[in-house]
């Protein structure tokens, strides 16, 4: 059995969409700042697609039949919507990691972001503290 026109019209409609749409669009290629600092942006994305079509019934003598032998006219039509809104940028550099977002409205990923930083510097902190007693442990001669 052929394909029916409405599959290839999706499949490419889709293929175009999956183009678009990858993660580097959502988090950017970072970019190094003359400090050091490394910035990466941070982006929300919104897409929409619709498809649809129809065949067509012949018209003979002014009345309608169905021939089913005869591959019936197609028509149809497909189209789609991206929209690319900055959330914010994320800037790694100096022994921390910040959420800069670009409206104030995106709090929850600006507090996990923040969370993520805290939890980082208390395990290096942790780390840091169990290091300096393994090492005054050793110098400790007890013989």
């Given at each position: 059995m052929s394909e029916h026109p409405i599959e290839g019209l999706m499949h490419t409609t889709m293929n175009s969409l999956k183009e678009m749409v990858d993660v580097n669009t959502i988090i950017g290629d970072p970019v190094q700042s003359e400090d050091g600092l490394i910035i990466i942006p941070v982006s929300k994305i919104c897409f929409g697609f619709a498809s649809g079509g129809t065949e067509f019934k012949k018209i003979l003598n002014n009345k309608e039949t169905n021939i089913s032998d005869e591959k019936l006219p197609f028509g149809g039509g497909s189209g789609a919507g991206v929209s690319v809104q900055?959330?914010?940028?994320?800037?790694?550099?100096?022994?921390?990691?910040?959420?800069?977002?670009?409206?104030?409205?995106?709090?929850?990923?600006?507090?996990?972001?923040?969370?993520?930083?805290?939890?980082?510097?208390?395990?290096?902190?942790?780390?840091?503290?169990?290091?300096a007693k393994n090492d005054y442990d050793d110098s400790i001669d007890i013989s």
């Open positions: 900055p959330v914010g940028f994320i800037v790694v550099g100096n022994d921390q990691i910040k959420l800069l977002t670009v409206d104030e409205g995106n709090t929850a990923l600006s507090s996990l972001f923040d969370f993520l930083g805290k939890v980082v510097d208390n395990v290096q902190e942790s780390m840091t503290k169990n290091k």
